[in-house]
């Protein structure tokens, strides 16, 4: 029975809706899997009417975005409280500026390429955390982009001409912020060079010392030799490991357990967390 504990929907870059994620998940052969949409909890409701439908075991999470000194860095909280916290308004804070960033884009890739702000919002779900996948997905409808993958190549991409950062916490901060709101905090892909640059060892060992709870091991954005050290430094300090498939639907080529996670490493997940409960 497959676990798969990374997965997003259209309440940020994934292309199905909450329901009809849990619905491919569980005619798929997953038995547990935990929502982590970008920055928001707004999926968790409609996702936990559909673990009931679907007889699914679902694990309430978010992938939080942070930024260690000029790295992109993504942290998965589970389980944790979702209203009332610094974790809450920061996140809420940071889908404010999400739009403006997308706007701004926007606004550059105009100068050369017939978009506006309104081909974007035909393309967003509703409540989604705004992302650059929404504006690849504008970028397809008008024909100026085979794929989303294509493009991030150079349209998109952080080296070309329209990128604008995101607002980010540091990822020291966000583990902080989680832990207060009682959830449990994975390191999302550590490795994933293909998409930028990564934290090197030191800054690893850091983030595991400010209490870092667990890696995300098999995931297909980590190398191989990159895996093998990643479970030797989750064996010397004792940390949690997982694994995760990361499907956005149609959005990515990445598929619904492809990736997936120990049971007893759940069961350490459950354990830590304080805020809320397995469904
Ligand atoms: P943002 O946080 O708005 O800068 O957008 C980052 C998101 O874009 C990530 O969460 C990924 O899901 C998505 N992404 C990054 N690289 C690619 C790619 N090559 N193809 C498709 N989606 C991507
Ligand atoms: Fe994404
Ligand atoms: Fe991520
Ligand atoms: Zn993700």
Not at 37 to 52: N, P, Y
Request: proline share 5%.
């Amino acid at each position: 029975m497959a676990i798969d504990l990374h997965t997003h929907s259209s309440y940020s870059d994934g292309t199905q809706t909450p329901r009809e994620l849990l619905s491919e998940a569980a005619s798929s052969g997953l038995s547990t899997i935990a929502l982590t949409d970008h920055d928001t909890v707004l999926g968790w409701s409609e996702a936990a009417e559909a673990a009931a439908e679907f007889d699914l075991r679902l694990v309430r999470g978010m992938e939080v975005s942070c930024r260690h000194e000029g790295t992109t860095v993504h942290i998965l909280s589970y389980l944790h409280e979702p209203e009332g916290s610094e974790l809450s308004q920061t996140v809420a804070d940071m889908r404010t500026a999400r739009e403006e960033r997308g706007r701004r884009m926007v606004e550059l890739l105009s100068e050369d390429f017939p978009l506006s702000w309104e081909d974007i919002m035909a393309v967003v779900g509703p409540h989604a955390t705004i992302g650059r996948p929404h504006i690849a997905d504008a970028l397809v409808a008008g024909g100026f982009a085979a794929t989303r993958s294509e493009a991030f190549v150079h349209l998109l991409s952080p080296r070309g001409p329209y990128y604008v950062p995101i607002p980010a916490i540091a990822p020291a901060d966000a583990v902080r912020m989680i832990h207060d709101a009682g959830g449990v905090a994975v390191f999302a892909h550590p490795l994933a060079s293909t998409r930028g640059r990564v934290l090197d060892d030191r800054a690893i060992r850091e983030l595991i010392e400010s209490g870092l709870d667990g890696l995300e091991i098999d995931h297909r954005d980590n190398p191989p030799e990159g895996r093998e050290k990643l479970r030797r430094t989750a064996e010397e300090h004792g940390l949690i490991t997982t694994g995760s498939s990361d499907y956005h639907g149609a959005g990515k080529p990445n598929r619904l357990g492809e990736n997936t996670t120990e049971p007893e490493q759940l069961e350490r997940i459950a354990e830590r967390a304080a805020g809320v409960e397995i469904l």
